[in-house]
């Protein structure tokens, strides 16, 4: 077993000076453990599948940075690649040829991909993505998903999920009436629902977007066939496709969900894995799509940091080094956790959901599984907290949010996970 944690006076002194300065004490605002309870920890150091606070206590780490860690912390070729560019200079402003070679590998892994754009977060890349299926149709309406998040732009932040599910936010203050007025919000999986708004303003709708696996709401894999449905509807109705894959790409599969349930969007908005830990994000779709961005055409993007050296130098290393065996070794981890944690749940008689696709996955405390947002939002989240609370106290960091992905890492071994299911039975013993 991995420490119990000490005293934590270090994080709640660095809490306290924190919340004087950063609002909420925090620089994103799920990380602030308002749902779970209990004081953030401030990390100093990641190694592998592990992190250390500021107090010296280490934790076995199911977060990962939200997702980019696919390799776990510090990666020796990740860091090396990284620090190998920083060396040659931090940043110019200027095209390099480490972005053409990052580029190159995106286009051959992901499909729909045939040319990319990079940005520093993935909220510019849906951002970007959004104003490009606007100008390219000529049109103004947006479709999305209730739960699904596509980062923090204004036109994206309705009925959002990540930190505005966490916190149970209605749409933001400073959004305007305006801002959102073109984006039209249709529950996950509800074919019904996606059918009609087509029928409705089928010839107004630039672009349906959606995370192929909701993973903002918890995990919410898409119902049998409904991918399929949104490729034909937007292809009928002249609209474009935007497959958001910043928590799904690079790592439930090379190329993503797209590879994994075989359709083929327009337009894909990748980032955290794809950054290697670094802040970098992109936004790509075909040849003749992208051509509408500046400077070949007139829609308008664009970034002092984007392609930054070292963060491509970082994304690219690690790519390089997610193979087929990397995902097999990764999925056979996700399964034994998972099937671990059914059984921990199924044997102490707590009604539990781990939806999953390949290596991405949640908990859900639930009777019945999950299929929207409606649903997502009547889940016990107080049990989440239990959860979260008693696996820190036993050394185990799980994203402090009912409604977010846990992320297991190529760092992790067979045993560590073990530890994790063996810690969850004696928290859910407590119960
Ligand atoms: N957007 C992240 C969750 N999907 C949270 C990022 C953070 O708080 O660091």
């Known amino acids: ?35 779970v309870g209990g004081t953030p920890r401030f990390l100093i150091e990641g190694n592998g599948s592990r992190v250390t606070d500021a107090d010296g206590q280490r934790y076995l780490d199911y977060v990962g940075s939200w997702g980019p860690l696919i390799l776990g912390h510090a990666h020796r070729d990740v860091i090396g690649a990284a620090n190998e560019a920083l060396q040659r200079g931090s940043s110019f402003g200027a095209p390099t040829g480490r972005e053409v070679a990052l580029a190159e590998l995106i286009v051959e892994r992901v499909p729909g991909i045939e040319q990319v754009r990079m940005t520093s977060s993935g909220t510019e890349a ?198 087929a065996s990397a995902y097999d070794r990764l999925d056979a981890l996700a399964e034994r956790l998972i099937s671990g944690l059914g059984e921990v749940f199924a044997e102490a008689g707590v009604a539990a959901q781990l939806p999953r696709c390949r290596s991405l996955f949640g908990v859900f405390f639930a009777e019945e599984p999950v299929v929207d947002y409606a649903g997502a939002k009547a889940v016990d989240t107080g049990r989440y907290a239990a959860l979260h609370r008693g696996m820190l106290a036993r050394g185990h960091y799980l994203p402090p949010s009912a409604y977010e992905a846990i992320f297991v890492s190529l760092a992790h071994t067979a045993a560590e996970v073990d530890s994790t299911v063996e810690a969850a039975r004696e928290v859910v013993a407590e119960w």
């Open 126 to 323: 849906a951002m970007g993505a959004i104003r490009l299926a606007r100008g390219a149709t000529g049109r103004d309406k947006i479709v999305k998903f209730a739960g699904h998040y596509h980062g923090h732009a204004d036109a994206l932040l309705a009925a959002a999920g990540s930190g505005v599910a966490t916190l149970g936010l209605p749409d933001s203050p400073g959004v305007t009436a305006g801002a959102t007025a073109d984006t039209l919000v249709v529950p996950w999986n509800d074919r019904e629902a996606v059918e009609a708004v087509f029928a409705e303003h089928g010839s107004d709708i630039a672009v349906l977007a959606c995370e192929p696996v909701a993973a903002n709401m918890g995990v919410v894999p898409p119902a049998e066939g409904f991918l399929e449905l949104l490729r034909e509807l937007a292809t009928r109705h002249g609209a474009l496709l935007l497959f958001d894959e910043v928590m799904t790409g690079f790592r439930v599969a090379r190329g993503g969900a797209a590879e994994v349930y075989g359709v083929t969007p327009d337009l894909v908005a990748l980032g955290k894995v794809v950054g290697g830990g670094f802040p970098l994000a992109a936004f790509g779709g075909s040849a003749e799509v992208m051509a509408h961005l500046a400077p070949e055409g007139p829609v308008y993007q664009a970034g002092t940091l984007s392609g930054n050296p070292v963060a491509v130098a970082a994304g690219t290393a690690q790519l390089r080094l997610l193979d």
């Open 1 to 35: 077993m991995i420490d119990p944690t000490p005293p934590t006076a270090s994080s709640e002194a660095l809490y306290e000076r924190a919340k004087q300065v950063i609002p909420g004490g925090v620089n994103s605002p799920v990380r602030a453990f308002s749902s």
